[in-house]
């Protein structure tokens, strides 16, 4: 069985990126002067919400010019990140179960939600999205309108900071690519403390209902994973359990410290629509590769384990292939022995596992070290005797079919 957490993106989500610009030009026309000036301010907007995040504009979402950059360029890149996530992600839900999205900007995690689980489409669901940029949330809801006008989800928008009033018990509590504005320096809100974790998991755990989680999702970037790497320790600290990425408990090995490297995903960008590729390469923004960091956390409960305990030979892949000397192959992986270095002596032509697969190894009795990272060294494919899972091809390879994606959580059984 194949445990994939990013799988490729479903033929849904890539319909509705396809779909999108006319849902956008129903829900925020850009007139001519403004659609040229596009490329330069979603430009822009790119560098404030990544190297020059002093520069950043408290309202930056309310000011119209900037949130049309965000309608056309970010929101539909966190679709397609959110999206592959929520495909891969154990996310159940039951009728009447309520989401909280804070930092909700254009609905954009609903959004992904309903474009990638069409078999959510009939379940009634609540929807509490909150930002402090109440624009942001009204052209929301009008894509939102435009995107799933039949939908069954109750969509209730609140335009206030995050950690205002008292809010619903929520199933699932969604923070993405928001951490760091809620706990910038000077522009927190309702955090003051100098560790701002502090009293966070605290606030979280008193807004969820029995069995509720916490659904962090940051960029890929080492100052981001940094942060949730901070998060994840203190939430072990406090009972929390990791149901997501993390395959153990134990200190993280990929902090983003020092020359660490620092835990993230990052996936081609199969499936993105050629009008978003042709506004990423307008704006000097080109990619072929989306990345994320994230979590999915739950308060521990008196009976359970308070973290994962871990399977000695499973590794959770968290790189792309790179050579190693002597043609042989490399990918990293986290397991609870700390980081590995997967080797394929004798790669074959096929693509191999993917980051966010999961590979159950066979552990040679004294594993060696790579000299350059201090990995632990596991041999890939797993020797007759142990399987392999996760090791087909990807899709798009030219080996037989994968079987079918297990959708992956530890939220079970651990
Ligand atoms: C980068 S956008 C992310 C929007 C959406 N979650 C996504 O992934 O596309 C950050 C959002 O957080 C909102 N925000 C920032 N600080 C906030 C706060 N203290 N309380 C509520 N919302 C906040 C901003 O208005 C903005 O809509």
Same mark, same amino acid.
């Given at each position: 069985m194949t445990a994939r957490?990013?799988?490729?993106?479903?033929a849904s989500l890539t319909r509705g990126l396809a779909d999108l610009p006319a849902a956008l030009d129903r829900a925020q026309p850009l007139r001519q002067k403004h659609r040229a000036q596009l490329p330069s301010q979603v430009a822009q907007l790119s560098e404030w919400l990544t190297t020059d995040r002093d520069e950043?504009?408290?309202?930056?979402? %309310?000011r119209p010019a900037v949130l049309s950059a965000y309608l056309h360029y970010f929101l539909p890149w966190n679709l397609y990140r959110q999206g592959r996530l929520a495909a891969g992600l154990d996310l159940q839900f039951k009728a009447g179960q309520r989401i909280v999205d804070v930092g909700a900007g254009p609905l954009t995690f609903a959004l992904a939600l309903w474009l990638t689980r069409p078999?959510? =489409?009939e379940l009634p669901l609540e929807i509490l999205a909150i930002d402090r940029s109440a624009a942001a949330l009204q052209a929301g809801r009008r894509v939102w309108d435009a995107v799933a006008?039949?939908?069954?989800w109750r969509v209730e928008l609140l335009a206030q900071p995050a950690g205002g009033r008292a809010l619903p018990e929520a199933d699932l509590m969604v923070l993405a690519n928001v951490l760091n504005e809620v706990h910038?320096?000077?522009?927190?809100?309702s955090e003051s403390e100098d560790d701002p974790t502090d009293r966070l998991l605290e606030r979280w755990a008193g807004s969820l209902a029995p069995g509720g989680r916490v659904l962090v999702i940051e960029p890929g970037t080492r100052p981001a994973a940094r942060a949730l790497v901070m998060l994840r320790a203190h939430a072990l600290e406090c009972g929390?359990?990791?149901?997501?990425?993390?395959?153990?408990?134990? =200190?993280?090995?990929?902090?983003?410290?020092?020359?660490h490297p620092w835990c993230h995903f990052a996936f081609d960008a199969?499936? %993105?629509?050629a009008w978003l590729e042709d506004l990423s390469r307008r704006a000097g923004l080109t990619k072929d590769r989306a990345s994320l960091s994230f979590l999915l956390l739950q308060p521990g409960v008196a009976?359970?384990?308070?973290?994962p305990a871990g399977r000695e030979d499973e590794v959770l892949v968290v790189s792309g292939a790179f050579p190693l000397p002597e043609q042989a192959r490399g990918r990293y992986g986290c397991a609870a022995r700390g980081l590995v270095l997967l080797e394929e002596? %004798?790669? %074959?032509a096929n693509v191999g596992p993917q980051p966010g697969d999961s590979v159950t190894v066979a552990w040679p009795d004294t594993p060696r070290r790579d000299g350059r990272s201090g990995a632990l060294i596991a041999p890939l494919p797993?020797?007759?005797?142990g399987a392999a899972r996760g090791s087909g091809p990807a899709p798009?390879?030219?080996g037989p079919r994968r079987p079918a994606p297990r959708k992956l959580s530890r939220g079970s059984g651990r």
């Amino acid at each position: 069985m194949t445990a994939r957490l990013l799988p490729p993106a479903p033929a849904s989500l890539t319909r509705g990126l396809a779909d999108l610009p006319a849902a956008l030009d129903r829900a925020q026309p850009l007139r001519q002067k403004h659609r040229a000036q596009l490329p330069s301010q979603v430009a822009q907007l790119s560098e404030w919400l990544t190297t020059d995040r002093d520069e950043l504009p408290r309202d930056y979402l %309310s000011r119209p010019a900037v949130l049309s950059a965000y309608l056309h360029y970010f929101l539909p890149w966190n679709l397609y990140r959110q999206g592959r996530l929520a495909a891969g992600l154990d996310l159940q839900f039951k009728a009447g179960q309520r989401i909280v999205d804070v930092g909700a900007g254009p609905l954009t995690f609903a959004l992904a939600l309903w474009l990638t689980r069409p078999d959510l =489409r009939e379940l009634p669901l609540e929807i509490l999205a909150i930002d402090r940029s109440a624009a942001a949330l009204q052209a929301g809801r009008r894509v939102w309108d435009a995107v799933a006008p039949d939908a069954p989800w109750r969509v209730e928008l609140l335009a206030q900071p995050a950690g205002g009033r008292a809010l619903p018990e929520a199933d699932l509590m969604v923070l993405a690519n928001v951490l760091n504005e809620v706990h910038r320096p000077g522009g927190n809100d309702s955090e003051s403390e100098d560790d701002p974790t502090d009293r966070l998991l605290e606030r979280w755990a008193g807004s969820l209902a029995p069995g509720g989680r916490v659904l962090v999702i940051e960029p890929g970037t080492r100052p981001a994973a940094r942060a949730l790497v901070m998060l994840r320790a203190h939430a072990l600290e406090c009972g929390w359990r990791l149901l997501a990425p993390c395959p153990h408990g134990e =200190r993280c090995p990929q902090p983003g410290t020092g020359r660490h490297p620092w835990c993230h995903f990052a996936f081609d960008a199969a499936g %993105s629509p050629a009008w978003l590729e042709d506004l990423s390469r307008r704006a000097g923004l080109t990619k072929d590769r989306a990345s994320l960091s994230f979590l999915l956390l739950q308060p521990g409960v008196a009976a359970g384990p308070a973290a994962p305990a871990g399977r000695e030979d499973e590794v959770l892949v968290v790189s792309g292939a790179f050579p190693l000397p002597e043609q042989a192959r490399g990918r990293y992986g986290c397991a609870a022995r700390g980081l590995v270095l997967l080797e394929e002596k %004798s790669p %074959s032509a096929n693509v191999g596992p993917q980051p966010g697969d999961s590979v159950t190894v066979a552990w040679p009795d004294t594993p060696r070290r790579d000299g350059r990272s201090g990995a632990l060294i596991a041999p890939l494919p797993v020797p007759a005797g142990g399987a392999a899972r996760g090791s087909g091809p990807a899709p798009g390879g030219n080996g037989p079919r994968r079987p079918a994606p297990r959708k992956l959580s530890r939220g079970s059984g651990r």
